[in-house]
């Protein structure tokens, strides 16, 4: 009796054992908009969490130019190749996917903003967006004696992360002073108003308050008035800012790859959240800091990831 049960379990065994060695590895595109050390450092990670739980993928990799012709070329690819997912790092390659390709699931980051990677609804990933709370948590931890929370913003999207950032400050005892401005000539007036009511200047992640051209008269307002100004990265705090927070990119091409394997393995990409860096770092200017006579704690100083 039990040689006749043992024979069909056996043969099922087999069976399923053959379908698992039968069953394709799944292909994977991987395109990139520019070869740089963190957009390389995102695609380590992703690989390597594939590499560490022995999950078998075919990696195709693409390297995106700035030539609409060149851009058309890979989409053509794309779709003869189908995939059954795209990795895309950085917003031109999320951008050239998310108009032309609406079928395959999309893993994205290297991008600002949540909202660039909702606007398509093949799309999830994580953004290289701090949250507010984690933004608060920091500012309180660096300057803890800070009180009132200067910040310049411009477009209708900052204006609905200015009334939760105003919220969440509020029941942390802080107040946010919010000038809005509609063009960069209005920067030094909207800076006046802050002078002697501001005791730190946030940097808000907004383009038109924020670039090249605008950097020179924020960091010498900073400077001249002794309002630390918090920037959007180490680039920032070498220029001036007193600290910036981090992003940890071979973390973040981690996060990317535990989103892909979900998908990978049968779960809708509507189920699987975008969501922001899990790591934080941060960088600090100590000349600065001696400039305005702001002491950081050695533990501070100690696990910074750059200080200038």
């Known amino acids: 009796m039990i040689r006749y ?11 399923m054992a053959s379908f698992a060695q039968a069953r394709p590895v799944p292909q994977i595109a991987v395109l990139i908009s520019y070869d740089t050390k963190a957009t390389n450092k995102v695609l380590d990670g992703f690989r390597s969490h594939f590499d560490t739980h022995g999950i078998k993928a075919k990696f195709d990799l693409y390297q995106l130019k700035k030539s609409k012709d060149e851009a058309e070329k890979t989409v053509t690819k794309l779709l003869k190749l189908k995939p059954d997912l795209i990795l895309a790092i950085g917003s031109l390659a999320l951008n050239v996917i998310g108009k032309n390709i609406t079928e395959v699931p999309v893993i994205a980051s290297m991008v600002l903003s949540n909202e660039n990677l909702e606007k398509y609804k093949n799309v999830t990933g994580v953004s290289l ?6 933004q608060t948590t920091w500012l309180q931890k660096i300057l803890p004696e800070s009180r009132n929370i200067g910040v310049l913003y411009n477009s209708e999207k900052n204006r609905i992360q200015m009334n939760a950032a105003n919220k969440l400050l509020k029941g942390k005892g802080l107040t946010l002073l919010q000038e809005q401005i509609s063009n960069p000539t209005k920067i030094p007036q909207a800076l006046k108003q802050l002078e002697n009511k501001a005791d730190v200047l946030w940097g808000l ?18 400077f001249r008035n002794k309002i630390p100004f918090i920037g959007l990265s180490h680039a920032w705090v070498k220029a001036g800012a007193l600290y910036a927070l981090e992003r940890d990119y071979l973390d973040i ?8 394997t979900e998908i990978l393995s049968g779960k809708n990409i ?16 100590m000349k600065i800091a001696d400039r305005l006579k702001i002491v950081f704690s050695e533990e501070l100083i100690a696990n910074a990831e750059m200080t200038f």
């Open 5 to 15: 049960f043992v024979l069909p379990v056996m043969c099922l065994m087999l069976l």
């Open 129 to 134: 967006a701090f949250s507010l709370k984690e």
């Open 205 to 222: 992640n907004d383009a038109m308050v924020l670039n090249p051209k605008t950097a020179k008269n924020i960091l010498l307002f900073s």
């Open 253 to 260: 091409g981690l996060q990317c790859a535990e989103q892909a």
């Open 270 to 285: 509507d189920k699987v959240r975008i969501s922001t860096p899990r790591k934080t770092l941060y960088s600090l200017n």
